[in-house]
């Protein structure tokens, strides 16, 4: 195996240790929060969504923002779609813009981006691009946040 690789692989399980142990967040309390890592969202105490990025506190307030579209507030997005009885992962990019300007899809956006803000949330600095690259997947599975953290691609 790549020796850089494994170097990454065996941070795994202690970034998910240092994730699960770090302080309970919300979108009012972002204060301090590191500039790059991981972030997982959590629903009635459960991980539901996992993202990562390198501006984390803009990228987790992207997720909510009133005035957001679908390519930043892809995971309200996809409480919409799920909401609404629409496919996850099955609106192409030109289906997405469509469904923004339907007033139902709207409405329901809105209040998802709501929600969304209104989500505890976790996160872990993480300054290296391959390393957050592969702990979300390895915290996706490992949280096992599969139901909206999915692997398809177009």
Not at 49 to 75: C, K, M, W
Not at 121 to 142: C, G, K, N, P, S
């Amino acid at each position: 195996m790549n020796t850089r690789f494994q170097l990454i692989v065996d941070k795994m399980e202690p970034l998910l240790e240092q994730l699960k142990g770090s302080e309970i967040r919300n979108r009012r309390n972002l204060k301090g929060i590191p500039a790059k890592g991981v972030y997982v969202f959590y629903e009635h105490g459960k991980p539901i969504y996992v993202g990562r990025s390198n501006r984390l506190r803009d990228r987790i307030l992207e997720h909510s923002r009133p005035s957001s579209t679908q390519g930043s507030a892809t995971f309200a997005f996809k409480l919409t779609q799920e909401e609404l009885d629409i496919p996850i992962g099955h609106a192409a990019k030109d289906n997405r813009q469509q469904l923004e300007q339907d007033d139902v899809f709207d409405q329901e956006y809105s209040k998802q981006k709501k929600r969304v803000s209104d989500m505890p949330l976790r996160v872990v600095d993480i300054e290296d691009q391959a390393t957050q690259m592969i702990f979300e997947a390895y915290a996706i599975l490992a949280l096992e946040t599969t139901h909206y953290n999915r692997f398809e691609t177009t």
